[in-house]
């Protein structure tokens, strides 16, 4: 069962929504549940459906003392790598917050805070740790949103189905109509479609 971690204390949980995606933003998310909340429904995104995550997404956003959602775009993507815009989005969201939490508990395995906080990472946090899946939830439900916006300016791409990921589909599409400017340049696509059979 997914732990609260410790209701004396109060959490912050941060996750991330497309980190291995070929296009669009990745999105990062912060959530600070109430010390005695506990909803078991709340688990990893990825083992929800899309309509039990966006009925989770209202309750956690209603529920949450605190929370903040951020997109790192593509081009800082391209310019200091995926990982550095994670951690960047990271700090983003903890300062977005206004409310300062006891821990943060990252989901991953390494982290770089830009200021002195208490934090741990933890490698599988989101199916671990309640407000660790919390922030999962609103990270991959805003990134969908936002993938889903973006398939309005480039129809081809189909970015509403696969939300940018290397699908079979995707990729021939890029192999039909070249790269969009929502694609990451940096993720060297040209090398990784000569290595997807399709």
Do not use: W
């Not at 969201?93 to 206004?98: A, Q, T, Y």
């Not at 791409?157 to 929502?182: D, R, V, W």
């Not at 940096?186 to 090398?191: A, M, N």
């Amino acid at each position: 069962m997914i732990k609260s971690y410790n209701k004396k204390k109060l959490i912050c949980g941060i996750d991330e929504a497309g980190r291995g995606a070929l296009a669009g933003p990745v999105t990062i998310s912060a959530v600070i549940l109430p010390k005695s909340y506990h909803n078991e429904k709340i688990k990893d995104s990825k083992r929800l459906t899309k309509k039990k995550r966006l009925e989770l997404f209202n309750d956690i956003v209603n529920v949450a003392i605190d929370f903040s959602i951020v997109n790192i775009d593509v081009q800082t993507i391209d310019k200091i790598n995926i990982l550095e815009s994670t951690f960047l989005g990271m700090n983003q969201c903890i300062n977005e917050l206004k409310i300062i939490p006891d821990i943060y508990l990252i989901d991953g395995n390494k982290f770089k805070s830009e200021k002195e906080i208490n934090y741990k990472c933890v490698v599988g946090g989101d199916n671990i740790y309640q407000s660790i899946a919390a922030a999962s939830i609103l990270a991959k439900v805003s990134r969908d949103m936002k993938m889903k916006n973006l398939n309005y300016f480039y129809p081809k791409f189909s970015f509403n189905e696969h939300k940018g990921y290397g699908t079979k589909k995707h990729i021939q599409a890029i192999n039909k109509y070249g790269l969009s400017p929502i694609h990451r340049l940096s993720f060297k696509l040209k090398e990784k479609q000569l290595s997807l059979k399709i």
